[in-house]
T-cell receptor, first 113, second 117 residues
Framework: DAMVIQNPRYQVTQFGKPVTLSCSQT?????MYWYQQKSSQAPKLLFH???????NEADTPDNFQSRRPNTSFCFLDIRSPGLGDAAMYLC????????????FGPGTRLTVL | AQKVTQAQTEISVVEKEDVTLDCVYE???????LFWYKQPPSGELVFLIR??????QNEISGRYSWNFQKSTSSFNFTITASQVVDSAVYFC??????????????FGTGTRLQVTL
């Protein structure tokens, strides 16, 4: 089945230790998104890739970076995680139109010690 | 700017009861899409429905139904004969045509539905 996959599902890191979260898709969608979701809140968009073009949200901290080496994979790098970065990180994909449906992966729950 | 309001923070029902989750939206765009997503305790956001602004027909899918009314800017979601497996957080979301590249979802704050035996 076509899908969005995120690895790992649970990630524990130490304060200040860089961490990378992974997302892959078999849907062949043009766009890949990264969201941060904290407890009892709606998902918050960090950035997205439209094909190879990176689009950052204005309020996304510099601590968060992303890479998309090919159509199928996208990575979220947190350079120096703080306690406030503990959250669920959701990857989503869609076709290219602004009103196309976004399909989400299962998420990676990040704990920062 | 666009906005989605889900006034119900939490709803508790007993299994087999019907329940309606409210969603009210604001947008200046004439072409927009509305969505509902389900987020069970596992965390994944599951897509339920997408409806465009030109299609006001109500939709039914099994025990789920959606009532879209442009006159009141509402897109409400009803679960008939609720089951314990329906327990989740439900998000209503809006995307507009004129957002530049790609889809930009504006989410409501979510409604937590608890179905008990």
């Amino acid at each position: 089945d076509a899908m969005v996959i995120q690895n790992p599902r649970y990630q524990v890191t130490q304060f200040g230790k860089p961490v990378t979260l992974s997302c892959s898709q078999t849907l062949n969608h043009n766009v890949m998104y990264w969201y941060q979701q904290k407890s009892s809140q709606a998902p918050k968009l960090l950035f997205h890739y439209y094909d190879k073009d990176f689009n950052n949200e204005a309020d996304t901290p510099d601590n968060f970076q992303s890479r998309r080496p090919n159509t199928s994979f996208c990575f979220l790098d947190i350079r120096s995680p703080g306690l406030g970065d503990a959250a669920m990180y959701l990857c989503a994909t869609s076709w290219r139109q602004p009103t196309d449906t976004q399909y989400f992966g299962p998420g990676t729950r990040l704990t920062v010690l | 700017a666009q906005k989605v309001t889900q006034a119900q923070t939490e709803i508790s029902v007993v299994e087999k009861e019907d329940v309606t989750l409210d969603c009210v939206y604001e947008t200046r765009d004439t072409t927009y899409y509305l969505f509902w997503y389900k987020q069970p305790p596992s965390g994944e956001l599951v897509f339920l429905i997408r409806r465009n602004s030109f299609d006001e027909q109500n939709e039914i899918s099994g025990r789920y139904s959606w009532n879209f009314q442009k006159s009141t800017s509402s897109f409400n979601f009803t679960i008939t004969a609720s089951q314990v497996v329906d327990s989740a957080v439900y998000f209503c979301a809006l995307s507009e045509r004129n957002t530049g590249t790609a889809s930009k979802l504006t989410f409501g704050t979510g409604t937590r539905l608890q179905v008990t035996l």
